[in-house]
């Protein structure tokens, strides 16, 4: 009598504490946003994500674009007359405008990039685009024109996730794409990205504010938890997700002193990319992660950065590590013995820094640039100052 009371008290709290224990799949809306002007969504280390360029001409005057399933047609038309011509061939007496046209819309874009206007796709959702045609480039010999132009995704499918209230962000931008479309109206993993948290504050340059997107991974890491991603509506409305509760490790990513920026970092062992900002640190799963990129700014400078070449940080079950981004450290190149000189190959010219990440970019004060070491069996040789890169 006594054991059968044990086995049913048993099953009742083993009743009890599986649904503590296992977690629920987690619905997370997402509703169409406007991209706002002077922001920019950048796949590592610093490509747009969401642009198409073309040009349209007399033989070909228009464009065919599918968004959504929607069949759209893109056209430039005179706009007036300025006057005056410019250098190079370009034609400064035209300004054109762009207008894309789907079965129940037209739309009209302004001369410059500006407010994005609204699209309707299927089943009545919202698409924001922004586009302009931008120059126009004369034949001399035939009269000829070519119009370039530029129509780009202005749409952010955007929500909350966690108990913290994180901000994400899907963003159409199948890059590379069919034919070189950067986005198709869906939002499709492996193809699209996802970018979590906020814009980072940016000075001088043609944005105010910028956010790095990852490329969907199977884990995502936010300030509120790590979760799988088990599935995301192709038209962008929800994003479902698993909470994780394996083994975690931790890394604070270190920036150049004054640099302020967004470091994506990524290790396919671990099936985890994260968004990390310089100085703060991120929760993630256990695994080998390199830099896929990064982009840091101070003032008017920048640093772009890639993990080209570099090794992986291995982060082990409970770890607290740092990874440090120094700053070109050392130039890296090969060279040979031509003529009694030392000839530099340019295309091998790497600035690496001490956790043997790439500096794609360096900004630098032109007049004043750094000092430059040459180290020689040990010994640190002053070159003097030089420009670099």
């Not at 674009?65 to 035209?94: H, N, S, Y």
Request: with cysteine.
């Amino acid at each position: 009598m006594s054991y059968v009371k044990r086995t049913v008290l048993l099953g009742l709290v083993m009743a009890v504490a599986a649904p503590l224990w296992a977690a629920e799949p987690i619905k997370v809306p997402l509703v169409p946003t406007a991209i706002p002007d002077k922001v920019d969504y950048l796949l590592p280390p610093f490509a747009s994500v969401n642009m198409q360029l073309f040009s349209l001409s007399e033989e070909h005057p228009t464009k065919t674009l599918v968004l959504g399933g929607v069949e759209c047609t893109v056209r430039a038309e005179v706009l007036a007359k300025i006057e005056g011509g410019a250098k190079g061939g370009r034609d400064g007496k035209l300004s054109y405008k762009l207008i894309i046209k789907t079965p129940t819309q037209e739309l009209t874009f302004p001369e410059s990039r500006g407010k994005p206007l609204e699209l309707t796709l299927d089943k009545g959702r919202k698409y924001f685009l922004t586009g302009y045609a931008y120059h126009c480039i004369t034949d001399a010999a035939d009269k000829s024109s070519v119009v370039g132009c530029q129509i780009q995704s202005a749409t952010a499918q955007t929500g909350k996730i966690g108990k913290t209230e994180t901000p994400i962000a899907l963003i159409d931008s199948n890059f590379p794409g069919p034919n070189g479309y950067c986005f198709d109206g869906f939002y499709t993993p492996g193809e699209d990205n996802i970018a979590i948290g906020l814009p980072e504050s940016i000075e001088g340059f043609r944005f105010n504010r910028y956010h790095l997107v990852q490329p969907f991974s199977k884990y995502i890491s936010t300030p509120g938890g790590i979760f799988e991603i088990q599935k995301v509506a192709r038209d962008g409305s929800e994003l479902t997700v698993l909470p994780y509760a394996g083994a975690t490790a931790n890394v604070e990513v270190s920036a150049p002193q004054k640099y302020s920026g967004q470091i994506v970092l990524t290790s396919s062992d671990a099936g985890l990319n994260a968004t990390v900002k310089a100085g703060e640190s991120a929760s993630v799963i256990p695994g080998s992660y390199t830099v896929m990129g990064a982009v840091l700014s101070e003032s008017n400078s920048l640093l772009i950065i890639s993990g080209e070449g570099m090794p992986p940080l291995k982060l082990e079950v409970g770890a607290k590590q740092k990874l440090v981004l120094s700053g070109p450290k050392a130039l890296e190149f090969q060279a040979g013995w031509v003529g009694g000189k030392v000839n530099i190959k340019p295309e091998t010219l790497k600035m690496k820094g001490q956790a043997g990440e790439t500096y794609e970019q360096v900004d630098y004060d032109q007049k004043n640039p750094p000092e430059v070491y040459l180290t020689v069996d040990g010994k640190m040789v002053l070159l003097g100052k030089m420009a670099f890169g």
